[in-house]
């Protein structure tokens, strides 16, 4: 995994910092941009992610909002700088949805990954043929090669349990992904023996709803739920939908899926009783 920040959370953190410094000024975004001699809509871009601003635009901004602190200045423009470097998925940036190039940088740096999967091993979590026979038999139709980008994309994303720092990684998985042959069952066995070579690895742990529970909070569909160690970075929910990816961080929704992981949790199978469920469903695919 290359080194540095992410340029994707250095921009979470530039954001959140510019529109509190607005607020305290008691300036809304169109007399920001009528100040600033912007066009209308460029603070309402810049706030919400969709433009990474120069580090000029943030010396304009601090002037106008009153930050006169040299080292706070600095701090700031810096920010701007990193948040506007390219992380190394930007090489895919023709085959990736900006969404998701945007989950990769926040992914990189995460602390903590909490993840609910009703259909699919998390990605984290994928061996290459069950990365390729998924990509392979979604929702568009790709060609070959972009199919074999794509699935480089996914197995660079995973170098980020390599680290020595790396996320601790919570993945919980309805029965259904253990028993769903994507890829034919060759693959599936193969991934399963995956799944559990990572369960026994240190800072990851997989447990497993069984189909005997019944209904569950996780039946809505799956997510992520990212957590930073800067405690001035808050969680992120993240979700993949057909239509497009969608993303949760006002802190009262992100606590419902809070509540309803640590909920699946006590639903799910132990680890022991994990590790014998995926030693039992391999032993069926003989």
Excluded: C
Excluded at 226 to 239: E, H, I, K, R, T
């Amino acid at each position: 995994m290359p080194a540095g920040h992410s340029p994707s959370v250095r921009g979470r953190q530039l954001i959140s910092e510019l529109k509190r410094l607005r607020e305290a000024a008691q300036l809304i975004q169109s007399e920001v941009a009528k100040q600033l001699d912007w066009h209308p809509t460029k603070v309402f871009r810049i706030e919400t992610g969709r433009n990474s601003p120069h580090p000029n635009d943030v010396r304009g901004l601090l002037d106008l909002y009153g930050v006169t602190d040299p080292k706070e200045r600095e701090g700031l423009i810096q920010l701007a700088r990193e948040a506007r470097k390219h992380g190394w998925w930007y090489s895919y940036r023709d085959i990736l949805p900006s969404q998701y190039q945007v989950y990769i940088g926040l992914e990189s740096e995460a602390a903590s990954i909490r993840n609910f999967e009703l259909a699919a091993v998390p990605g984290l979590l994928q061996t290459e043929d069950y990365t390729r026979a998924l990509i392979g038999s979604g929702p568009q139709e790709l060609d070959p090669g972009e199919i074999e980008r794509r699935v480089e994309v996914r197995m660079t994303r995973q170098k980020v349990l390599e680290a020595s720092d790396r996320p601790q990684l919570w993945a919980i998985l309805d029965e259904a992904v253990l028993r769903r042959p994507v890829g034919g069952a060759h693959v599936l066995r193969t991934q399963l023996r995956h799944l559990l070579d990572a369960s026994q690895q240190a800072k990851t742990t997989i447990q497993v709803v069984p189909f005997q529970r019944g209904a569950h909070p996780g039946m809505i569909g799956p997510f992520v739920l990212l957590g930073f160690s800067d405690p001035s970075d808050l969680d992120v929910v993240y979700m993949e939908t057909i239509a497009g990816n969608l993303y949760v961080d006002e802190s009262a929704e992100v606590g419902h899926y809070a509540t309803a992981f640590h909920h699946l949790m006590a639903e799910a199978l132990n680890v022991k009783e994990t590790r014998d469920m995926l030693n039992a469903a391999m032993h069926e695919l003989e």
